[in-house]
């Protein structure tokens, strides 16, 4: 079974800092996607990485991808009250197909 | 990209009764999925739902304790049978985008087994 492991669990941050958060797994993944989930909503798509080592930005957020394949990172610049959400990040590969992390609980105050 | 909906949004239910939770998508679609997300953990798989055939339900779920029905290529349902708290979740069904695995989610329908 394959794992990914998010980091940190929760963050509370004030507008217009910087943050990043994690997302680590032993496996290899051939692709690694992003959502964000707002209370009361299923996740919504942000970003899929394919290539080991690939950045894409998305406006305020930096996603990377490892060399590896193995784990990913995203950045956010600015932080803003409407950036607030649970994060998941979700890993394709291998006989589980897509498995998903359990989160990052983040929180943007203004 | 598809619009899911799902209805009930939330509910609360007696233990040992059972819901049905429906799935419609706005868009003909060959595979709908149905996850659970329970707090604090990761979204899990319950079952892949095909057209015309048997859903196929992942290890540690069965089709008595979550039957489902695909009728049309449009839309789905997922009963939770003999409800415990335990069984209490939210409840996402998705649809496959363009890209590889890439889901789109519904809204989910958070249910509360009391």
């Known amino acids: 079974t394959q794992l990914l492991e998010q980091s940190p669990q929760f963050l509370s941050i004030q507008e217009g800092e910087n943050l990043t958060v994690y997302c680590n797994s032993s496996?290899?993944?051939?692709?690694l996607q992003w959502y964000r989930q707002e209370p009361g909503e299923g996740p919504v798509l942000l970003v899929t990485?394919?290539?080991?080592?690939e950045v894409k930005k998305l406006k305020r957020l930096t996603f990377q991808f490892g060399d590896a394949r193995k784990d990913s990172s995203l950045h956010i610049t600015a932080a803003q009250p409407g950036d607030t959400g649970l994060y998941l990040c979700?890993?394709?590969?291998?006989?589980?197909?897509?498995?998903f992390g359990k989160g990052t609980h983040l929180i943007i105050q203004p | 990209s598809a619009v899911i909906s799902q209805k009930p949004s939330r509910d609360i239910c007696q233990r040992g009764t059972s819901l049905t939770i429906q799935c419609q998508v706005d868009?003909?679609?060959?595979?709908m999925f149905w996850y659970r997300q329970q707090p604090g953990q990761s979204l899990t798989l319950i079952a892949t739902?095909?057209?015309?055939?048997?859903?196929?339900?992942e290890s540690g779920f069965v089709i008595d304790k979550f039957p489902i029905s695909r009728p049309n290529l449009t839309f789905s349902t997922l009963t939770v049978s003999n409800m415990s708290p335990e069984d209490s979740s939210i409840y996402l069904c998705?649809?496959?985008?363009?890209?590889?695995?890439?889901?789109?989610f519904g809204p989910g329908t958070r249910l509360t087994v009391t």
């Open positions: 998705s649809v496959e985008g363009t890209g590889s695995y890439e889901q789109y």
């Open positions: 739902a095909n057209q015309g055939s048997e859903a196929t339900y």
């Open positions: 496996s290899v993944f051939s692709s």
């Open positions: 979700a890993g394709v590969g291998g006989a589980d197909g897509l498995t």
């Open positions: 868009s003909q679609v060959t595979m």
């Open positions: 990485v394919v290539t080991g080592g």
